[in-house]
């Protein structure tokens, strides 16, 4: 049995054993460290060092889980950095399972690890030490839930790490002097979080500041509430949506007398569907900051070829300034603005 260490180093089963680097430590749980001095001193090469001081060491994979943190760069979700050993760097089965908070359930979404260590955005570098970014989105109103994360490799699975958005965003806001310029952002994100937790309806622990919303008013909204369309004879455009998940999605649906069309936009991740008599094309993962951005969709058909602009909170617009809509909807509607503007402010 080969144990993998990480650094070019595998226990062999008898001893730690170099691969290719030498003067490595040998990272292990402080309270395990003189069991450790004990059984594998005298069969450790003098060039390696046992160092106690981790944490969330995993030992059947291989892994360390460095840290935590949570996305702020307008959308919602956690980041986990782990060091992983050489064995799942190079293995083509390895991935990081989430188990993900859902409304009132849970979902399960997966990252390859050879697809994250194969982006250099991923990997980050402290004190030497290369650990690896494994992100995973959440739904504003799911944020007070916990998250789970999971390395597995074929049937071997590790250690489950727990976390949630609330419990760092928490922690930021204790530390506001140290964050400045993330606690506005953070505080907003919460407060958008809590009113979309009410409106979905969902068990979270988020308390709504709705004092904090007496300033979005129509009025305020009013310069989102534009939306221009050259649209080819025969098709007219219905409505238009948002799904308020971790980076929003825009969906705009469309009326054709004239058969199926062709939607589209460029530079943003895109899906179209037909939906009964309505053809929708979803705009996904827009970020806080680029909710006041007009999105121009790309229409054509058998008459020819057109296109519709549409900015998201438009549809903020519509829901606050229409008297009949339900409150809870209009307050979340207010809080993503107000976090919209948190977002743009920190990312200016």
Same mark, same amino acid.
């Given at each position: ?90 293995? *083509? ?139 080819? *004879? ?55 900051? *680029? ?58």
């Amino acid at each position: 049995v080969e144990w993998d260490f990480g650094n070019g180093y595998v226990f062999n089963g008898n001893r730690i054993v170099p691969r290719t680097e030498e003067n490595a430590k040998i990272h292990v749980p402080t309270e395990f460290l003189s069991a450790y001095h004990e059984k594998f001193d005298s069969k450790l090469p003098s060039y390696i060092e046992i160092v106690g001081g981790a944490q969330n060491v995993d030992m059947v994979l291989g892994t360390h889980l460095y840290g935590y943190s949570i996305s702020l760069e307008g959308d919602i979700g956690v980041n986990f950095y782990m060091k992983l050993s050489d064995s799942l760097i190079a293995s *083509e089965t390895a991935k990081m399972v989430f188990t993900v908070p859902s409304g009132n359930g849970t979902i399960t979404e997966t990252l390859n690890v050879k697809d994250v260590v194969s982006g250099n955005s991923n990997k980050v570098t402290v004190g030497g030490e290369i650990y690896y970014k494994f992100k995973v989105g959440v739904a504003a109103k799911d944020i007070s839930q916990n998250i789970k994360a999971q390395m597995q490799d074929g049937d071997t699975t590790g250690t489950v790490y727990t976390f949630s958005v609330k419990q760092y965003s928490e922690y930021l806001l204790e530390h506001e002097n140290d964050f400045p310029n993330a606690a506005p952002l953070v505080s907003a994100m919460l407060n958008y979080g809590a009113f979309a937790q009410d409106y979905f309806k969902v068990n979270g622990t988020l308390v709504a500041d709705e004092s904090k919303l007496t300033g979005v008013t129509s009025d305020v909204l009013s310069g989102f509430n534009n939306a221009a369309n050259n649209l080819p *004879e025969g098709v007219s455009f219905y409505a238009a949506s948002l799904s308020l998940k971790s980076g929003t999605t825009l969906s705009l649906y469309f009326e054709s007398s004239v058969g199926a069309l062709t939607l589209s936009i460029g530079n943003k991740t895109y899906e179209t569907e037909a939906s009964g008599k309505y053809q929708v094309i979803r705009i996904r993962n827009i970020m806080a900051s *680029e909710l006041e951005n007009e999105f121009t969709v790309t229409v054509s058909g058998s008459t020819g070829t057109g296109s519709m602009s549409y900015c998201p909170l438009k549809y903020c617009y519509l829901i606050v300034s229409d008297p009949n809509q339900d409150p809870a909807l209009q307050n979340t509607c207010k809080a993503l603005y107000l976090y919209y503007s948190a977002a743009k402010s920190y990312s200016a």
